[in-house]
């Protein structure tokens, strides 16, 4: 059998004591390499943050083991997550192969009461807010509802949606059964599940040059005092524009210790321009797919373009269109408003959108800052 790294991690309760020493002893008889927090993971210098320690444990392990009781475990505020509940993401985001185990009576109230509630809950407050709600309102609403136990921490639940979501299979932990894990890891190398993952080398971003940040300074500071009098080719304009922004990786962050990717989107496939004039937005160019409306009204609101002018500010907005599987990104900059086209992974829906809001912004927002900069100097510079 491969010797592999295995990190066992639960929450710091006395009912799951008994099992994970168990399971540690067990899994070394067989040869492989545990991880458990109390048995060899550390000793650290003083100054060493242990939550970091443990995340690095997590990310250098081969298979992450999970056991899931009644109990919440620590809570970092910042985060919005439980220290185990982090390990668990630092584990999917990476790739690991996971096994998770729940008492089976908190998994069978979890399905049988609690999922229902909570899934009622998040589509009333999106409903409601245009937001997720927050594992802290998801918690609170769990605590006021008379349907729900009150002797399982409420944080349980919400952790337990978490892993449901992103497609985690969950098994049943009888706490008084012995799991053969012998028999249990051996079936799982039959199936493959054991091949230690390839490390993916990956390339890393050169630093911009020096001169190509002082050239940029020089033309940030110039371009306000010219007078731009407008565009001889905007469709070439709109093709140069959109062949230059490419997509990438969306990441949720996990206060100071962490982030996640939770998906991704593809390279700006078609782009509009629009100019603000007699009270109207008037098309001006396109690139790409993107349908080519010759004017909308201010009181259009199937068009982003025109809610980018009415919100005012901030003067950028992301959105994004379910049925297209699209995200729009809308720059307003003087009298003009661009609209940038990018497909988001089939993994997006609406209700993913609004959980992960802030991270889809800050990740097409911060893609390309120095070409949407450059953009917004060109098009705030056009005279009528």
């Given at each position: ?120 809950y998040i589509d009333s407050h999106i409903s409601k807010q ?171 609101k199937s068009s982003y373009a025109v809610l980018t002018v ?61 070409i949407i900069e450059l953009l917004k100097l060109c098009l ?5």
């Open positions: 059998m491969a010797r592999t790294k295995i990190f066992i991690s639960s929450v710091n309760e006395d009912g799951l004591k008994p099992l994970r020493r168990g399971v540690f002893r067990e899994l070394a008889s067989l040869g492989h390499e545990p991880v458990m927090w109390e048995e060899n993971l550390g000793p650290w210098p003083a100054h060493a943050d242990p939550v970091v320690r443990c995340l690095e444990a997590v990310e250098e392990c081969d298979i992450y083991l999970l056991f899931i009781g009644s109990k919440a475990g620590t809570y970092d505020a910042k985060a919005e997550r439980t220290i185990t509940h982090m390990e668990f993401i630092k584990a999917h985001d990476q790739g690991k192969t996971i096994l998770v185990f729940a008492d089976a009576e908190v998994k069978a109230v979890f399905f049988g009461q609690v999922k229902p509630v909570l899934e009622q245009e937001s997720f709600p927050t594992p802290a309102h998801m918690m609170e609403a769990l605590k006021r509802d008379d349907r729900i136990p009150q002797d399982i921490d409420p944080y349980v639940w919400y952790f337990l949606y978490d892993i449901l979501i992103r497609k985690v299979y969950i098994d049943d932990l009888s706490l008084g059964v012995t799991i053969d894990w012998k028999a249990y890891f051996s079936d799982l190398l039959r199936r493959g599940s054991l091949l230690l993952p390839l490390e993916d080398s990956i390339e890393q971003n050169a630093c911009r040059l020096e001169q190509f940040d002082e050239a940029f300074e020089l033309l940030n500071d110039l371009m306000p005092g010219l007078r731009i009098a407008g565009m001889r080719e905007p469709d070439r304009f709109m093709e140069l524009i959109m062949d230059q922004l490419t997509g990438g990786m969306i990441e949720q962050q996990y206060g100071q210790y962490m982030n996640e990717c939770v998906g991704q989107y593809g390279d700006c496939c078609a782009a509009t321009l629009y100019e603000l004039r007699e009270q109207a937005l008037h098309f001006v160019g396109k690139a790409g797919a993107a349908a080519a409306v010759s004017r909308f009204a201010m009181d259009d009415n919100i005012g500010d901030p003067a950028e907005q992301v959105f994004y269109k379910e049925v297209k599987s699209m995200f729009y990104h809308c720059i307003r900059s003087g009298r003009y408003v661009l609209t940038l086209h990018y497909p988001a992974d089939p993994e997006w829906n609406y209700k993913k959108f609004i959980h992960y809001k802030e991270a889809v912004n800050h990740a097409i927002m911060s893609k390309n800052p120095l705030g510079g056009m005279q009528p």
